[in-house]
T-cell receptor, first 111, second 115 residues
Framework: DTGVSQNPRHKITKRGQNVTFRCDPI?????LYWYRQTLGQGPEFLTY????????KSRLLSDRFSAERPKGSFSTLEIQRTEQGDSAMYLC?????????FGSGTRLTVV | AQSVTQLDSQVPVFEEAPVELRCNYS??????LFWYVQYPNQGLQLLLK??????LVESINGFEAEFNKSQTSFHLRKPSVHISDTAEYFC?????????????FGDGTTLTVKP
């Protein structure tokens, strides 16, 4: 068990560019979650998958955000036409029976 | 919709003193409750969880939390803190009808233990 792995650890991008993050969950976990965290706040829910099915997506998430989990294994989160307000830590977590195992996160800076 | 309020954003205490980090939640259905800890420069880790059964749950490093349904609270306590407990602590809630799916987090409490 190598834990939840996220890549890249850091991403700096220019406003208007597209970015993609990857998450590799714990292999036995059927659920995978994406959260966003900004300074001084708790993680904010973005979306989650059970196996390959995307079960819920936050209404706060604009159409510029999309996530996939092909074959129920790793997941990708894509942000199109990035804006400065997208700068945050993007967290991935996986779970099986309640309680998350988090990855170390991807810190996105939009300049 | 569920929500979580962590009543104290910062809690400074001296080493070996007791501490309580307060968490209140709001939900129209039954819930599961969690505490997560984030040590400096590390990721979030699950500290303890309440899913069912005994309302008092314990972690391996001496923390405990008690689910109080009537007061909709899940406060975290430790009778004697160490310098190494310095970290940010997050309370989270999931609704039972989602089978512990999406969790809603509070904004965190920074615990600073001073020598």
């Amino acid at each position: 068990d190598t834990g939840v792995s996220q890549n890249p650890r850091h991403k700096i991008t220019k406003r208007g560019q597209n970015v993609t993050f990857r998450c590799d969950p714990i292999s036995e976990h059927n659920r995978l979650y994406w959260y966003r965290q900004t300074l001084g706040q708790g993680p904010e829910f973005l979306t989650y998958f059970q196996n390959e099915a995307q079960l819920e997506k936050s209404r706060l998430l604009s159409d510029r955000f999309s996530a996939e989990r092909p074959k129920g294994s790793f997941s990708t989160l894509e942000i199109q036409r990035t804006e400065q307000g997208d700068s945050a830590m993007y967290l991935c977590a996986s779970s099986f029976l309640g309680g998350y195992t988090f990855g170390s996160g991807t810190r996105l800076t939009v300049v | 919709a569920q929500s979580v309020t962590q009543l104290d954003s910062q809690v400074p205490v001296f080493e070996e003193a007791p501490v309580e980090l307060r968490c209140n939640y709001s939900s129209s259905v039954s819930v599961y409750l969690f505490w997560y800890v984030q040590y400096p420069n590390q990721g979030l880790q699950l500290l303890l969880k309440y899913l069912s059964g005994s309302t008092l749950v314990e972690s391996i490093n001496g923390f405990e939390a008690e689910f109080n349904k009537s007061q909709t609270s899940f406060h975290l306590r430790k009778p004697s803190v160490h310098i190494s407990d310095t970290a940010e602590y997050f309370c989270a809630v999931s609704e039972v009808n989602t089978n512990a799916g999406k969790s809603t987090f509070g904004d965190g409490t920074t615990l600073t233990v001073k020598p």
